[in-house]
């Protein structure tokens, strides 16, 4: 189970491009500094600036050099669901595997403190 989140986490984060609805462009990453938003396409080497307005940036895609687009991973596709619900499968298996870890923590507690009273 626990290899099971590892692989589950890193397929997150590893994959990092976004997808800029307005322009319906991959990019790689993106940061705001003053009034200008900076971001880096997938397709080129350079970072390109623009100046900051209400912008989309939806995490989760990844980028195809065969055909220049972003598109969903394969694996999220296999599932039928959007990279957002997976992105909230995976809050939620670590939400569970953490309250299981404190169930059982709890459990061996009180086990330890009633043999100490015997």
Known sequence: ???LLLVLISLNILNAAYLWKEKN???DYYYF???NLYY???DSDDEYS???TN???LPGYEYNSSNN???IPSYIQELSIQPDEYNFLLALSGVL???TFLFFSIYIFVDIVKKERR
């Open 1 to 3: 189970m626990r290899y």
């Open 25 to 27: 462009m991959c990019i």
């Open 33 to 35: 500094k003053d009034t």
């Open 40 to 42: 880096k396409p997938s």
């Open 50 to 52: 623009t100046y900051r």
């Open 55 to 57: 912008q989309t940036f």
């Open 69 to 71: 687009h972003c598109q």
């Open 97 to 99: 595997a953490g309250f």
